[in-house]
């Protein structure tokens, strides 16, 4: 139930971008997702829902066709679906919540 930020292993996800699973269990998973400035998290859908917290940094986030600038302390929803991708314009953190879980992750671990 207690999961050291330390002891999670970082994991390349694409250029320029990293991702620690934190807590999961099969209804919900935690990940913290580092970008350098100008890395890209391409265009994608999943079925689950996804919450996002700007930890630090800035980042243009498109959601649906829809793109707006987010800073740290802004947050975003992309329903189960719904095409998403970003730009970070300033290298930071991200907090991904997904519902339910993302087994895929566990492979690519």
Do not use: W
């Not at 320029?16 to 807590?23: D, E, W």
């Amino acid at each position: 139930m207690f999961i050291s930020n330390s002891d999670a292993v970082s994991t390349p996800c694409e250029p320029g971008v990293t991702r620690k699973i934190l807590s999961y269990n099969d209804q919900i998973m935690m990940c913290e997702i580092t970008f350098e400035t100008g890395a890209c998290g391409n265009f994608h859908s999943h079925p689950h829902v996804q919450v996002t917290y700007i930890i630090s940094g800035s980042f243009s986030f498109t959601i649906d066709g829809e793109t707006r600038t987010v800073h740290a302390g802004d947050s975003l929803l992309m329903p189960s679906g719904s095409v998403h991708g970003c730009e970070c314009l300033e290298a930071g953190k991200l907090c991904d919540v997904f519902s339910p879980m993302r087994s895929d992750f566990l492979s690519s671990n």
